[in-house]
């Protein structure tokens, strides 16, 4: 059966990976299942077409066959049960590592979401610039916990993980602020994701779409 | 095997039901399953013994024989896989449900937690009173969907799911900030949840801990 995901038809982070479609690609790549993309304008995103297979007008969504998801939580753990390479069989060690997803999408991708609405939503406002660091500030109060839990360790807890794939994911988006840097371990945690050939592929192919649109401007 | 879950000795709530210790009490009477609650002082939810269980420092905990978890959507998640009522049988229900559990912890909260910020942490800043329009603002915008996809149906996606359990648990947060009641199908959904008998049971176990400690002041 087609797997077809949905990604913006011009990502406003310019194919840098930051849109959410590439959870889902680096998950797809993992379990090894070939994919099809349809890309979608923000014009249509809010259209009654798009509405009702996503009812918050985002992307990604997930069809295969009579099933139909939004949220790439929802996806990736979808993708972690259905094929072998993002869960643990022992099940103590699976219901660990879908802790991990939820403490990266409810514990540490709120903070950081602050700092990314800061920026963009409120980046004209006078209180903007004093306000930012008591933002940073929380972000690191999780991730002194954070870096504290992963210690030496390669991943947080065990072999890789789909918790791994969303924790990755959501600290990328602060390498732009220099924050993931403070943090020896946990910025070679998040090289770690990037190196991974899986990785690299879904990369590739957020980056073509892209690559593509740039040229065609 | 004895369930046991970790509680705030003192909830800064005074007992409204708002600590996430809630979502998974209601989970626990959901599926009726018995369990003990070891309540925890701000002190100790920092120390060494309680990091060891929850690296973020935090409460609920949910600890079963071998398996310790945090993080209440991976609590109620295994709640609902381990026991029946709070997930679909049919296997497209089921991930359905699934995401909107998701949806609720990732899509509704990170901008409820927003206003929760603005007010607790930002309350005696300069610029809250002109920022908290737009904090509230972007509360509306995800509601709005939120309260279309619902429309006149009782629950989100057929019968009351863990999905439906975490939603109204995140709405609850706003009540007080009015904007719940700006939405009359929204709050009658959540008035629905807070009527189920194992959201009153929940409820009244957190608040007998809390009004116990009123007493006692």
């Given at each position: 059966m087609t797997i077809t995901i949905t990604a913006f038809e011009r990502s406003p982070d310019g194919g840098k990976g930051l849109a959410r479609d590439m959870r889902v690609r680096w998950a797809l790549?993992?379990?090894?299942?070939?994919?099809?993309?349809?890309?979608?304008?923000?014009?249509?995103?809010?259209g009654p077409d798009h509405l009702a297979i996503h009812p918050f007008g985002q992307i990604p969504t997930y069809e295969e066959g009579s099933l139909v998801l939004f949220e790439t939580g929802s996806i990736v753990l979808y993708l972690a049960e259905q094929h072998a390479g993002l869960l643990p069989r022992d099940s103590n060690a699976r219901m660990?590592?879908?802790?991990?997803?939820?403490?990266?999408?409810?514990?540490?991708?709120?903070?950081?979401?602050?700092?990314?609405?800061?920026?963009?939503l409120e980046g004209d406002k006078p209180w903007?610039?004093?306000?930012?660091?008591?933002?940073?500030?929380r972000i690191r109060a999780r991730l002194d916990k954070l870096s504290?839990?992963?210690?030496?360790?390669d991943w947080l807890?065990?072999?890789?993980?789909?918790?791994?794939?969303?924790?990755v994911s959501v600290l990328l988006r602060l390498r732009?602020?220099?924050?993931?840097?403070?943090?020896?371990?946990?910025a070679a945690y998040?090289?770690?994701?990037?190196?991974?050939?899986?990785?690299?592929?879904?990369?590739?192919?957020?980056?073509?779409?892209?690559?593509?649109?740039?040229?065609?401007?």
């Open positions: 790549e993992e379990v090894g299942q070939p994919y099809e993309v349809r890309l979608i304008s923000f014009a249509n995103m809010k660990r590592a879908i802790t991990w997803m939820f403490a990266a999408l409810n514990t540490i991708e709120p903070t950081i979401l602050e700092l990314t609405t800061a920026k963009i903007t610039e004093e306000r930012l660091p008591l933002v940073k500030d504290a839990h992963l210690g030496v360790s807890d065990g072999a890789f993980s789909v918790g791994d794939l969303l924790m732009m602020s220099g924050i993931l840097d403070e943090y020896q371990n946990l998040v090289a770690r994701g990037e190196a991974r050939p899986a990785y690299i592929r879904a990369f590739a192919a957020q980056f073509a779409i892209n690559a593509q649109d740039r040229t065609q401007v």
